[in-house]
C-alpha cells in the first residue's frame, strides 16, 4: 500500500494532505523545513517504510523509518505543530491554520486501521512525501 503526502511549505509549519490510491485520507500538520535539522524540521521528501508501533506515551502510532540522519520519526496525534511535534506528522481531520489542526486522534485512528489492515494482507506500507506549491517549496 501506498500513501501520498501532498505538502505546502510556510514559514509556520508544513500542510499537507494525505491519500491512498488518489483517495483522500485526512490532513497533516508538521513543523516547518529547517535543512532536516533534529526536532525542528520536517523531514526531507522520498519515499520512506512505514511500520505501525505501540508505545506507552502515544499508544498505537506509525514510524517512519530509514530517513537519514533522523530516528524515531512518527505519525501520531497533535494538533499544534510548533507546540507538539519535534519531527513528526500529525494526521489531522480539518486544518485550522498553518501548522494547526483539529480531530487528530479521529484522523490518526482512521490511517491505523488502513495500515493495519495492509499488514493484514503482508504489504509493505511506504509513504511518499512531495511538495504541492512548487514555487515555494525548499530546495532539494
Known amino acids: 500500500m501506498e500513501l501520498v503526502l501532498d505538502r505546502a511549505y510556510f514559514k509556520e509549519g508544513t500542510d499537507g494532505t494525505l491519500f491512498r490510491s488518489n483517495t483522500f485520507l485526512c490532513h497533516t500538520i508538521e513543523l516547518p523545513w529547517n535543512n532536516n535539522k533534529r526536532n525542528v524540521s520536517c523531514i526531507p521528501e522520498g519515499t520512506y517504510e512505514v511500520e505501525p508501533r505501540f508505545s506507552k506515551r502515544f499508544k498505537h502510532h506509525l514510524h517512519i523509518k530509514g530517513i537519514q540522519n533522523r ?7 497533535a494538533n499544534n505543530a510548533l507546540k507538539e ?3 513528526c506528522i500529525a494526521p489531522v481531520t480539518y486544518l485550522g491554520g498553518i501548522g494547526k489542526g483539529v480531530y487528530s486522534r479521529d484522523a ?8 493495519y489492515q495492509a499488514k493484514d494482507r503482508k504489504e509493505t506500507v511506504l509513504l511518499t512525501i512531495k511538495s504541492q506549491n512548487y514555487e515555494h517549496s525548499r530546495t532539494l
Open 85 to 87: 511535534l519535534e519531527g
Open 108 to 115: 490518526m485512528q482512521k490511517l491505523l486501521s488502513l495500515v
Open 71 to 77: 530516528r524515531l520519526i512518527l505519525f501520531h496525534p
